[in-house]
């Protein structure tokens, strides 16, 4: 289905529109090269929250790529920080990861040969609080050197750069600090394949006493190559493109939100993040506690990150996506749901 073909299709009225979330283009040709568009029987997707004003599925708004249809709704609740609010009381926090080589499903129809931290992607979160004793245990079960290097500050011995063979297995030793939220990856050349294949995940390092109470989320963007080209296909938040348009982030009205966004696209040398409907405070990489900037769109490059916080005053759908249109046609477009 070309553009001209979408743009009719979409104008054919309610019925075809309220089928929308469960469109997917699979590889069936239309004998002309083309990829048709086929509607999954059953699948109500963004449609759920029908009473919600501002229903998406009344405009052409959605991404062109979609999750798998039998994805279950709650295969990101991982990404929801209400399990990992607290940080380990204990004196040390020790973590155990290893590197997985497996097929991985990143969108409808869509595997990858995907390199993971403990099969998943992004990798696990790992929250700690400031000046915490970390113990990282990296196990490399897969068929290539591999390293994890964590952001933020530690002793160069720890840094993470150097390969681990396969079969091998190393602690690396830190101390949580500065507070903000840090990434972690894959440091072994080339590193941008390393990365772009899975090879990421999130640090937070918490302040004395913690953040003000609020709905946590963690939003890592990422792209996904699909021919091993060095150009991203498609891109996804949390590892699933689509995901968040088919399931969307659900929080109460007129509460605190706050996110943990990353940027660990590889190939692209800027994204973006926002927010319809709704402006909110930045805190760059979050190492200070007063807002650094308050808008509705925030630049990051790669690695970079932020902490937004920000309140819905009135129930409804807001979108969010990168403001590099590609990104949020192909899979990294979601809505947040107040109510």
Not at 121 to 139: C, D, H, N, S, W
Not at 277 to 299: C, E, I, M, S
Request: net charge neutral; hydrophobic share 35%.
């Amino acid at each position: 289905m070309n553009r001209k073909q979408f743009l009719k299709w979409i104008g054919l009225g309610g019925a075809g529109l309220a089928a929308g979330a469960g469109i997917s283009t699979i590889g069936d040709s239309d004998g002309t090269g083309g990829i048709l568009c086929k509607v999954r029987p059953g699948i109500v997707g963004v449609n759920k929250e029908a009473t919600i004003p501002g229903n998406p599925g009344n405009n052409s708004y959605g991404s062109m790529v979609h999750p798998p249809f039998q994805i279950d709704p709650a295969f990101l609740s991982r990404m929801d920080l209400k399990n990992h609010q607290e940080a380990s009381n204990g004196p040390i926090l020790k973590q155990h990861l290893s590197i997985v080589e497996m097929p991985l499903t990143v969108a409808h129809n869509t595997v990858v040969k995907a390199w993971t931290f403990n099969g998943i992607v992004p990798g696990p979160v790992v929250r700690a609080k400031l000046g915490q004793k970390m113990e990282i245990t990296l196990r490399n079960d897969s068929e290539h050197p591999h390293s994890i290097h964590f952001h933020g500050s530690h002793d160069p011995n720890e840094d993470g750069w150097e390969p681990i063979v396969t079969g091998g297995e190393k602690t690396y030793k830190l101390t949580a600090g500065p507070i903000g939220f840090h990434p972690y990856h894959c440091h072994v050349p080339p590193l941008a394949s390393h990365m772009a294949k899975g090879l990421y995940g999130g640090l937070i390092v918490d302040p004395p006493g913690g953040r003000p109470p609020a709905h946590e989320f963690m939003l890592i963007l990422s792209g996904w190559d699909l021919g091993d080209k060095g150009k991203n296909d498609i891109f996804s938040w949390n590892g699933m493109a689509g995901f968040y348009d088919r399931y969307p982030i659900k929080v109460p009205v007129g509460q605190k939100v706050r996110f943990y966004i990353a940027n660990m696209c590889e190939y692209e040398p800027v994204a973006s993040f926002h927010l319809h409907a709704q402006t909110f405070d930045v805190f760059r990489t979050g190492t200070r506690l007063v807002p650094d900037d308050h808008t509705d769109v925030v630049t990051l490059g790669q690695t970079e990150r932020v902490i937004i916080e920000f309140t819905l005053p009135k129930r409804g759908r807001y979108m969010f996506h990168p403001h590099q249109t590609k990104m949020a046609e192909n899979g990294a477009m979601g809505w947040i749901v107040a109510v």
